[in-house]
């Protein structure tokens, strides 16, 4: 049984359908249904429900699913142990921050296939949350507060925010100076998203309201400048900003507490190889210098985006 075969099966299965398994594996529509037709004939089984609207796993595809996800795991396993010491092989795809992940995220990933010439690096740059599973990333690049989920974390560095406003906008609106005060403010906002502020000890959850939302953080710098509302933003994206006086730190006796940057992969008790190798890059590039992590990477230290 062709691995090759066994592997384009599993991203049908994943993707949900050959179309999106093709563009996963950088290959033709008819070189899938190839593939899964060898497969099939092999097995003597139908593994895929095909027409019109598209394809389907069979009763027989779903289970066989797992048990080929396995092998295919274990083989990927075995060509990583008799690989010589360091090199590293295949595709690793990574969903990273469109949010300043171009100009901070990428000289790392760029650096990683500098160092590995036989890896095949795919890097998909969006601010919106990528299912790992459903959409076939190897890890993605997040940044602030993890919620829960069975995904696996590992934190690469620490990410400082502040809450910032332009200083036309405190003419206009004055300046919050509590939590409680942000209910009678413009808030600038991904989405539904929660805010959270240090009192003493304890942390603080407020979901402020606003008229004006952008699912990017460069955006939202933006807002914050033309005197929009108050931004809640990390340091990486507002700093120049701060540095400058289009905008100011507001509300710092109650500082937001510090978040973090994580690789986040899929369930598994080991991850693959090329997956630690990035994870010890980005810890080697952001994990040295937490205190400058508004800095850009060409100085190696923790400046890291938000998503």
């Known amino acids: 049984m062709d691995i090759e075969e066994l592997q384009t099966f599993v991203e049908v299965a994943d993707a949900g359908g050959i179309s999106q398994a093709a563009l996963r594996l950088g290959v033709s529509k008819?070189?899938?249904?190839?593939?899964?037709?060898?497969?099939?004939?092999?097995l003597g089984v139908q593994l895929l429900a095909r027409s019109t609207r598209g394809s389907a796993l069979t009763e027989s595809g779903a289970t066989f699913r797992d048990y080929a996800a396995?092998?295919?795991t274990e083989i990927d396993?075995?060509?990583?142990?008799?690989?010589p010491a360091g090199t590293l092989r295949g595709r690793l795809r990574v969903a990273v921050p469109l949010s300043f992940g171009p100009t901070h995220f990428a000289p790392v990933l760029a650096e990683m296939a500098r160092r590995h010439p036989q890896l095949h690096m795919q890097t998909c740059y969006s601010d919106r949350f990528v299912d790992l599973i459903t959409e076939?990333?190897?890890?993605?690049?997040?940044?602030?507060?993890?919620?829960?989920?069975?995904?696996?974390?590992?934190?690469?560095?620490?990410?400082?925010?502040?809450?910032?406003?332009?200083?036309?906008?405190?003419?206009?609106?004055?300046a919050p100076e509590t939590p409680d005060d942000l209910v009678d403010h413009q808030a600038l906002l991904q989405g539904t998203e929660a805010w959270q502020f240090m009192d003493g000890d304890k942390i603080i959850t407020v979901r402020p309201q606003g008229r004006f939302k952008a699912d990017n953080g460069i955006a939202l710098v933006a807002a914050a400048t033309a005197g929009l509302g108050v931004a809640?933003?990390?340091?990486?994206?507002?700093?120049?900003?701060?540095?400058?006086?289009a905008l100011v730190p507001i509300m710092t006796n109650h500082p937001p507490p510090t978040a973090g940057a994580y690789i986040i992969r899929p369930p598994g008790p080991h991850p693959a190889r090329k997956i630690r190798v990035l994870t010890e890059l980005l810890i080697e590039f952001?994990?040295?210098?937490?205190?400058?992590?508004?800095?850009?990477?060409?100085?190696?230290?923790?400046?890291?985006?938000y998503s």
Do not use: M, W
Not at 30 to 42: D, K, N, Q
Not at 146 to 163: E, F, W
């Open 136 to 174: 076939g990333y190897d890890c993605a690049i997040r940044v602030g507060y993890l919620k829960d989920s069975n995904l696996i974390a590992r934190r690469i560095g620490p990410v400082y925010t502040k809450l910032v406003a332009s200083t036309d906008y405190i003419k206009a609106h004055g």
């Open 70 to 72: 396995r092998v295919c």
């Open 286 to 305: 952001f994990g040295e210098s937490p205190h400058l992590a508004a800095q850009p990477l060409s100085h190696q230290e923790d400046a890291l985006t």
């Open 77 to 83: 396993i075995a060509k990583e142990t008799i690989l």
């Open 30 to 42: 008819s070189i899938v249904s190839r593939r899964l037709s060898r497969l099939e004939s092999e």
């Open 232 to 245: 809640y933003l990390p340091d990486c994206l507002t700093h120049e900003h701060v540095a400058s006086g």
